[in-house]
């Protein structure tokens, strides 16, 4: 009611206008200059941007003007009819139901799919179920409806776990190795053993060399398992790939702490993922941006990069924390930010100021 009220008092009050406007030299000159410089706009713009505002001005206006005098619009006669239709049905416009049944609230959906994804098992009749156990009296065409809506199978396969299931359950029982290379300035190329507790994410850095052998990679094995001690009898798995590298000796030092070793299976780094991703971020923020001189070299800043990684950089698959947070964190209101450079200033880490 107040839209079309506002719309009638508009097109009265230029009514008006147009009746106590009086004709003079001035005004004429005026009108030749706005109409050249609308042409010109013409010529320059094919299909203006008009605002809901703007076609309401132009409508009103098109009731004052004879039907003669509407070339002076850019817009075509039929637009300017079509824009009055507009406003006369939506003045008349009341709302109304829409026919069928109503649809299913957002939250029920989102607990739908939310059981899907927590139980990929799960088909559309168990999930069902669980809903009606929960309060909810929803059909099972509804969910399964929900379910074919969002991309998800409603009649989930009943094989074996795939190799995301199986890292997700498993995840605070698994270690995860490989090996990774840096190229010297004298283009030597020197390889690192590091191993990734996925559970934690927390990097072991446990040796670098530039000739690898099995027994080499074994001792290492040997000397991270007395490095981590009671942690390591939490450890049910490790993950690595088929490296010659590692050798039924390397293997037999986790087989003697009840630690089952699986392979992945042949070209699938995606398979040992958490590893390859560890390889791409030191890469990336620490060896592809400074120059590596030697073993020693290379030695030092692993060890610092690692420090600084576990202690201090954030993940966001920890809720934006690192592997082994500090120990508190005071108010950032009632304390100043210090700058901390490491790698020479490659890296920076910030901490509250005593």
Known sequence: MSASLLYLLFRQILQMLSQIARHGGAKDAEILVLRHQVAVLRRQVHRPDLQPADRVVLAVLSRLLPRHRWSAFFVTPATLLRWHRELVARRWTYPHAR??????????????????????????????????????????????????????????????????????????????????????????????????????????????????????????????????????????????????KFTAVFDGVFAAEGIDVIKTPPQAPRANAFAERWVGTVRRECTDRMLIVGERHLAAVLTEYTAHYNSHRPHRSLAQQPPNPPSGVSDLTAARVRRRPILGGLINEYSQAA
């Not at 080499?216 to 993950?239: I, T, V």
Request: glycine share 6%; proline share 5%; with cysteine.
């Open 99 to 244: 026919p069928g049944r109503p649809p299913v609230d957002k939250q029920v959906g989102d607990l739908v799919l939310r059981l899907a994804a927590e139980n990929p098992t799960w088909g559309h009749r168990r999930i069902q179920g669980e809903l009606l156990n929960l309060g909810h009296q929803v059909a099972a065409s509804t969910v399964w409806k929900i379910l074919h809506r969002a991309g998800m199978d409603p009649a989930p396969r009943r094989s074996g776990l795939t190799w995301q299931q199986f890292l997700t359950s498993q995840a605070h029982t698994i270690l995860a190795c490989d090996f990774f290379t840096v190229d010297t300035v004298l283009l030597k190329r020197i390889y690192v053993l590091f191993f990734v507790e996925i559970a934690t994410r927390e990097v072991h850095v446990v040796g670098v060399t530039a000739h690898p052998t099995g027994a080499w990679a074994a001792q290492q094995a040997r000397n991270l398992l007395m490095n981590l001690d009671q942690r390591a009898a939490g450890l049910r798995f490790l993950l690595r790939d088929r490296d010659t």
